[in-house]
Every structure is written in structure tokens, then in C-alpha cells.
């Protein structure tokens, strides 16, 4: 699973030291200058934002319902400037007022 398989959610964690969901997306291809994977990108947030908000996630783990969300992008490459500014601007506009939290650490 990756970012290019936009319909699935890669990975449902629990982080029982935050008392939080972790809905983490794995990405191991090099993001490239011109931004094409920008609209897979896209695509797969807009399947996360659904799964957390819909309900799915709750119906899925229902212990997990009423808990506080964190999506992460994990990256094998670090995003280039590009992919930096639509990141924050959906975590800002998107993610933030929705009390979802966003990050996206590098796997090494």
C-alpha cells in the first residue's frame, strides 16, 4: 500500500502515551520537481479525511471513535517545496480546524 493506491488506509495505529489514532500513509517513491504525485497526494488525504470523518473509522474500531486523530504521511524522501506548501496549506485549512493533527516524519 501507498499513496498511489488512494481508496485504501494503509495503517490504523493507537498511541496509548497520547491517547490518539495515528491513520498513517506510507510514500517510498522520490517526489520528483514537477509535483506528479501531487493529485495521488490529494486523493489519498481526501480518503483519510473521509475515513476519520464519516464515521468509518469509528465503526471500523469502535474503541477508538471518540479519540483524538493524527494523520501522518510516512516518506522515504523528503517532500520537495511543492509538496511542502500543499501539506501545510491542508493541514492548516483542512486538517487543523477539524481538530485533526498532521505530520509527516521521514522513514529512515
Known sequence: MAVRDAGSIDLVAYSPNEDRVMLVMVEDREWGDKGVLLPELQAKLNTYLGYALDGRLGCDYPAYAQKSIRIELRTQHPPT??????LDLVAMEDLQPRGISFGWPLIR
Open 81 to 86: 517545496a511543492r509538496e511542502q506548501q500543499f
